[in-house]
């Protein structure tokens, strides 16, 4: 058990390398203007653990003292998610904020008694997965206590049980995506739940963030998968759940499920699992134009009729794509699309899954009935789905080469998908000037749909941090009004600003009462989804020390 939990650890965890052809960088030069600037190879400074010795031995206690670690290693692995600023500090450009414990407990119960050791001990708690937040979410803040520990639940990696009849399995929340999948493919089941991040998140993560995968258009969002959870707080367990639908009162599982630990601690999901596809077809089409393949999305999801894998990709987002391919300059290829009246190229990745083959050519068939699309065939599919983790081993290499590389998220209505998209655009131009702004449609549904944006510019030097932070505060700014602060990324620290202008401050009013009620001292997980706004839960403020 410990040598499988240490190779969780980022900093004995090696990322396969990333590398771009060299007519990709060729292309990524002349486009951003990417000059020689590298990333800074320091190492991180790791301070002095403050963890106090009655603290550890209280902890040691509760979940044995060699699952009390103080070592730099084990520290430095738990230090930040993975956003692009988080990558610049682990690689030593700017403050990393490290914890000074990590404490791995075994059980749910444990994780109660860890909670109450660190209320005594004036101790914050900021709860570790898979660590792939990007938006600041496992950053280890201390507030005003004394030390904060990373709780890291990997060892919570059980799945409980599993019940085919009604199709539900409780599974702990430190087990790993994969793994997860494996052991439910044993029964013959899945979740479907799969984003990028799945090859490091946790089912725990997934909860406490509103995960939303790749084929939620058929699976659903993580939330509308969650029947029951249970929770660890420093007032005791709450258990939620236990019924397929309920009108006893609001739906108080929707108050835990995207908490992010900020309510407590999430150690068993009870899922709503669905039966492994026999049968996976994934295809390409070329649609041409954003507005009119934007509106082929919409009718596909009004009409109810949307592939289970719907991502539509901007002319930008598909001009980088064929070029990392090599097919961009490829005369056949234009001269097809031309023949077709396709002059300004979107893609659109369609996937289906079923039972059987004749599930899956009856879904297809009703998808594209009445839709005009130029089909590129199923090899660009597969090669889609076969390449669709690679996104953070290609922002490594990214990094690497000296480019601002980052991601952003929102979702609003169809009649305003364009204006924001639009809007979006425009602020991160302003802010970086010569850059490359890709965007792509990740989920859609009947009411309006996500926007994803990729951003790619020279790394600023002098003050590369500063680059993005600026940068994504006017996309924010943009953003506030028109969509969402976040679709699937969550709020974390990066967020938190802009949570008002979304749910007003009687909402804010309305989590800090229920913070203040399963978290009143304020150990857990401080600076994240509520920052500024603790004098409404009667707690101190949470600026990091």
């Excluded at 600037?37 to 991180?44: E, S």
């Excluded at 649609?287 to 949307?306: K, P």
């Excluded at 594209?368 to 699309?373: A, C, D, K």
């Excluded at 655009?425 to 802010?431: G, P, Q």
Aim: with cysteine; hydrophobic share 40%.
């Amino acid at each position: 058990m410990t040598e499988r939990i240490d190779h969780t650890l980022r900093g004995s965890w090696t990322p396969v390398a990333g590398s771009l052809p060299p007519h990709a960088l060729r292309w990524l030069r002349e486009r951003i203007g990417l000059g020689d600037v590298r990333t800074p190879a320091r190492a991180p400074q790791v301070p002095e653990s403050l963890l106090s010795d009655p603290a550890k031995a209280a902890l040691g206690e509760v979940v044995g003292p060699g699952y009390v670690r103080v070592d730099r290693d084990s520290r430095l692995g738990r230090a930040g998610g993975l956003s692009y600023v988080d990558l610049l500090r682990q690689r030593g450009d700017g403050g990393l904020a490290v914890p000074d414990a990590v404490v791995l407990p075994a059980s749910p119960e444990q994780v109660v008694d860890v909670l109450k050791a660190c209320v005594e001990h004036d101790v914050a708690v900021v709860p570790f997965g898979g660590g792939t937040s990007v938006v600041g979410g496992v950053t280890a803040l201390r507030g005003d206590k004394a030390a904060v520990i990373a709780l890291d639940l990997h060892r919570l990696d059980r799945l409980v049980s599993v019940d085919p009849v009604s199709r539900l399995a409780v599974l702990q929340a430190g087990l790993p995506a994969p793994r997860a999948e494996r052991l439910l493919a044993a029964h013959g089941l899945t979740t479907g739940h799969v984003p990028q991040s799945y090859e490091r998140a946790t089912i725990g993560g997934f909860a406490a963030t509103r995960s939303a995968g790749q084929a939620s258009s058929g699976y659903g969002r993580f939330e509308d998968m969650v029947e029951g959870v249970r929770l660890a707080t420093p007032v005791g367990e709450w258990r939620l759940g236990g019924a397929p639908a309920s009108a006893a009162g609001p739906d108080l599982k929707r108050v835990v499920v995207g908490s992010e630990g900020v309510l407590g601690v999430i150690t068993e999901v009870s899922l709503r699992v669905r039966p492994r596809p026999a049968v996976e077809r994934y295809e390409g089409f070329v649609v041409d134009g954003w507005e009119r393949g934007s509106a082929a999305v919409r009718r596909l999801a009004q009409r109810r009729v949307l592939a289970d894998v719907t991502r539509l990709s901007d002319v930008d987002e598909t001009a980088v794509s064929l070029a990392l391919a090599g097919g961009w300059k490829t005369n056949a290829l234009k001269a097809y699309l031309r023949a077709r009246g396709v002059r300004r190229p979107c893609m659109l990745i369609l996937g289906w899954h079923g039972a059987s083959k004749a599930e899956v050519a009856r879904r297809r068939a009703e998808t594209l009935r009445g839709v005009r699309l130029v089909s590129l065939g199923k090899a660009l599919g597969e090669a889609w789905r076969h390449g669709r983790f690679n996104g953070p081993r290609q922002r490594d290499a990214l990094l690497g080469l000296g480019v601002c590389v980052e991601t952003l998220e929102t979702a609003t209505h169809w009649s305003r998908v364009s204006e924001l998209r639009a809007a979006v655009r425009e602020a991160l131009v302003d802010a970086l000037g010569d850059c490359l702004v890709m965007c792509h449609i990740s989920h859609a549904y009947e009411t309006g749909a996500s926007l994803y944006f990729t951003v790619l510019a020279a790394r600023d030097a002098a003050d590369p941090v500063g680059q993005w932070q600026v940068a994504k505060a006017a996309a924010s700014e943009a953003i506030t009004g028109l969509g969402t602060i976040s679709h699937h990324h969550a709020v974390g620290t990066d967020h938190a600003p802009y949570l008002e202008a979304e749910v007003g401050g009687l909402g804010l009013d309305v989590l800090a009462s229920v913070k203040r009620t399963l978290d009143p001292t304020g150990v857990l997980n401080p600076g994240k989804l509520l920052v500024g706004d603790f004098t409404r839960a009667g707690l101190a403020s949470p600026g990091d020390r």
